[in-house]
């Protein structure tokens, strides 16, 4: 971050290079001394800081130039920097005039020349009135900014998007916050271009895709290599695992993620059964740890980026992306996960991303403060987001259709939830519709049969989850819900016969009915919804693309 600027203006050239030089010898280490030979160049120099968002601490001018007088001068400053300190240099003869211009132009000092010797007539003064600057000055934030609508859905998955990535950014409410509206004029864009991302440089990218945003800020989105030994489709735990060990073992890796490194367990706000962290981390820290690993083996990385399709050509897999680019690849190892299944209640769909939302949404949390928030569903998720968001709202109420909690969720956030007092379980209960114009201001639950409508910030939908497979399911054979049939799973379904075409040998544990491509993690039929196992089965993956690839 640059120094904050002191800017001094005379048009005399001698008296101009004296007060810079005083300026300079005395405050150089801490700010930066620029100089203005004229008024209006100096309204230029300040319009110029402002609109790069450099700090203006103080600015000293002459009173008597040809083009604009210093009180002028002050003045326009005042416009754009309020807070910045405003002295007036004077003459004998102009004291009277500083004197009214301290009412007039709200100055707060006056000096005058000459200031000889400066150790007793200048700097005294000067830093008195910096260290009342310093006192009250907020440095602006540098970094990612994000100007949108709070109850915006696009704006709430740019924040999801830079939160998954662990990029640090400012939110602000264009309907609540003054900045955010003098920002967006700065940049010449109107309300219509929102969400608008500014980058840390300046750049204003308006309504961007996470695409977009993702190759502003330097992450991978286009393929290196024209073939790979082994390409890891999604990065929960399972694809992350398999992509350090493929990468660790000498395999040519790449990852394809198309939303943000964790899957599911990466929104996690508390993982503590996790082996070896024995007071427990985040998903975000555990997916990014892992993320780091995989980069500093030699995996590469695209994200986001979404696979579409798959086929087989010569026994290499070519999988075609999102943006109709293909990756070439010797081996598959599918860990697409799964999503949280939509809630059918009337007003879901219409209040999605608006006060609605699937998943722990950690990115709302703070906006819940002193507000009452909803969730659905009773698993580790659930219960991960309740002690989260018990931080921050007033009442959290965890809405499910059975007794208690005990069948689905682990004993220890049972105990951790049943020991906040303001989570509160409503059980034999069901969210019946969700109310609100813009954004959700109701819940309508029902509990044998009456119904109730109460008041609502937020709602968090945790229910069961289904197969992020809808792509491939037309290649790979799956159940009826959609998950992947691997293994002996796949030899005793009645497709086996005619879709497992490798004439020497049955499937390997983890692989798919295709030769080559293999399963891991929450998508695979039969697989255990922990981190753990996830973790377990994608490394393992690797193990069968060694054999795979040996043969």
């Not at 800017?7 to 300079?24: E, F, M, T, W």
């Not at 600015?59 to 008597?64: E, F, G, T, V, Y």
């Not at 709430?156 to 967006?184: P, V």
């Not at 016969?497 to 009915?513: N, V």
Request: aromatic share 8%; hydrophobic share 40%; net charge negative.
């Amino acid at each position: 971050m640059k120094k904050p600027v002191l800017l001094c203006v005379d048009d005399d050239p001698q008296v101009l290079s004296a007060i810079d030089r005083d300026l300079r010898q005395e405050f150089r280490r801490d700010y930066r001394v620029l100089r203005a030979g004229s008024g209006q160049e100096a309204v230029a120099t300040i319009r110029e800081l402002k609109e790069r968002e450099e700090p203006l601490a103080l600015i000293l001018a002459d009173q008597r130039m040809p083009d604009l007088e210093g009180v002028e001068v002050l003045t326009e400053a005042r416009q754009l920097y309020p807070d910045a300190k405003r002295v007036l240099l004077t003459a004998y003869a102009d004291t009277e005039a500083a004197i009214r211009a301290i009412n007039s132009a709200r100055l707060d000092h006056y000096l005058m020349k000459p200031w000889d010797p400066p150790q007793q007539l200048l700097y005294p003064t000067l830093h008195d009135l910096l260290r009342a600057w310093e006192a009250t000055y907020k440095p602006a934030f540098r970094g990612v900014r994000l100007i949108g609508f709070q109850w915006s859905p696009r704006s709430h998955d740019l924040k999801d998007f830079l939160a998954g990535y662990l990029i640090g950014y400012q939110w602000l409410d264009f309907e609540t916050d003054s900045e955010a509206q003098a920002l967006l004029a700065q940049k010449g864009l109107t309300p219509s271009d929102l969400p608008v991302v500014v980058l840390e440089d300046g750049t204003a990218l308006p309504n961007p895709s996470a695409t977009e945003v993702a190759t502003r800020i330097g992450l991978t989105v286009q393929a290196s290599q024209d073939l790979y030994d082994v390409v890891v489709i999604g990065a929960g735990p399972a694809g992350l695992a398999a992509a350090v060990y493929g990468a660790s073992e000498g395999l040519k890796t790449l990852v394809i993620e198309r939303q943000a490194p964790g899957g599911q367990a990466g929104t996690s706000s508390r993982i503590e059964n996790y082996l070896g962290f024995p007071t427990g981390l985040s998903g975000s820290e555990l997916a990014h740890r892992a993320w780091a690993q995989a980069v500093r083996l030699g995996a590469e990385l695209l994200a986001p980026q979404e696979v579409v399709d798959m086929c087989v050509q010569d026994g290499y897999k070519v999988l075609t992306l999102s943006d109709g680019s293909k990756v070439q690849t010797r081996a598959v190892v599918l860990t697409t996960g799964v999503s949280y299944r939509t809630l059918s209640a009337p007003g879901m769909d219409r209040l999605s991303g608006a006060g609605v939302y699937y998943g722990a949404a950690r990115t709302e949390a703070r906006t819940c403060q002193e507000q009452d928030v909803y969730i659905v569903g009773g698993g580790n998720s659930a219960g991960q987001a309740a002690m989260y968001l018990a931080t921050y709202a007033r009442r959290v109420y965890i809405v499910i259709r059975g007794a208690n909690l005990a069948a689905s969720m682990s004993a220890y956030l049972i105990e951790q939830i049943g020991q906040t007092p303001n989570i509160e379980l409503l059980p034999f209960t069901e969210v019946a519709e969700v109310c609100g114009d813009d954004h959700l201001e109701e819940v309508v639950l029902s509990r044998e049969g009456q119904l109730e409508r109460r008041p609502a910030r937020a709602l968090f939908v945790f229910i069961g989850a289904k197969p992020s497979t809808e792509w491939v399911c037309h290649t790979i054979v799956c159940d009826a819900k959609g998950f992947v049939l691997t293994g002996r799973d796949l030899v005793i379904d009645p497709r086996y016969a005619t879709s497992w075409k490798h004439p020497r040998r049955e499937p390997y544990l983890l692989e798919t009915c295709v030769p080559g491509v293999f399963a891991a993690g929450d998508s695979r039929a039969g697989a255990m919804a922990r981190v753990a196992s996830a973790v377990g089965e994608g490394s393992m993956a690797i193990k069968f693309v060694h054999q795979y690839l040996d043969e």
